[in-house]
């Protein structure tokens, strides 16, 4: 059973603990209620850290925060991954550094900037990439010069541009159908309004009909995955979105990094 402690640092916690029986969990009250959490300061850390004996990270969708729950706090106790984290690395290193061929990747969703990092990295061991949603409209925008593995899409719903158009469905099925490992991290379009959700419908129904290995990840994608009642049918399902981008783009995640010592 989970007994609840009203806070996370302080005597609540330690009162908790000692009244734990057997077979009893602690949860802690969120640590970010503190500024020193997001401010990775070590002084919080300590106290996040004195009644307990040891440090076990499963959170992989947070790794990529330098924060005292997560990097700080490794400075301070014996620090381990857990088995779901090894199992995220495990699996995103498989697709990241050895997929099997023939590889692609879709990307969606907004914020360019956090996207482009991953086009780059994938590249090198894709054979292509299909770029939809707000992405694909500020790369468009920005007129950013991408490799020819880079796809855009063909046409679009409307002039407002809210999804892809059957064009590019039909192009993007057509490609997803002959992979053996597919990456998807954002949706087409606009998909919480209809009728913006065609697009990212239509893919998700040809990943599902593909026999690709297929990693999914990020919050939009997940909540396409839990709409459709499909989470089940996917090979993996990331935990991470930023994180799942920052280390699939290649960067040394601050929660990481202590753990791999």
């Not at 609540?12 to 949860?27: C, G, K, Y």
């Not at 297929?214 to 919050?219: L, Q, T």
Request: hydrophobic fraction near 45%.
């Amino acid at each position: 059973s989970v007994v609840f402690a009203p806070d996370c640092i302080g005597e609540d916690v330690s009162s908790a603990l000692h009244a734990l029986s057997d077979n009893q969990v602690l949860l802690l009250e969120n640590v970010r209620f503190y500024p020193g959490e997001e401010e990775n300061d070590e002084n919080f850390a300590r106290k996040l850290a004195t009644p307990f004996s040891l440090y076990v990270n499963e959170a992989f969708s947070v790794c990529h925060r330098a924060h005292a729950s997560v990097e700080a706090i490794t400075r301070l106790l014996p620090s381990y991954a857990g088995l779901r984290l090894i199992e995220e690395l495990t699996e995103l290193d498989r697709i990241r550094f050895s997929p099997e061929h023939p590889a692609i990747a879709i990307i969606g969703g907004a914020k360019i900037e956090t996207k482009l990092p991953l086009i780059g990295a994938l590249e090198k061991n894709y054979d292509a990439l299909l770029i939809g949603g707000k992405v694909a409209n500020e790369a468009l925008d920005q007129k950013i010069v991408f490799s020819e593995k880079v796809l855009l899409p063909l046409d679009f719903d409307s002039s407002a541009r809210l999804d892809i158009g059957p064009q590019t469905i039909a192009y993007y099925t057509q490609i997803i159908s002959k992979a053996k490992t597919i990456i998807w991290n954002g949706p087409m379009g606009k998909f919480e309004e209809k009728p913006y959700d065609i697009g990212t419908d239509a893919i998700l129904h040809a990943i599902l009909q593909s026999q690709a290995y297929v990693v999914i990840g990020g919050g939009e994608s997940l909540a396409v995955l839990e709409k459709a009642d499909v989470i089940n049918k996917v090979s993996f399902v990331s935990s991470g979105g930023g994180a799942m981008l920052e280390y699939l783009g290649g960067k040394n995640l601050p929660g990481i990094i202590p753990l791999s010592a």
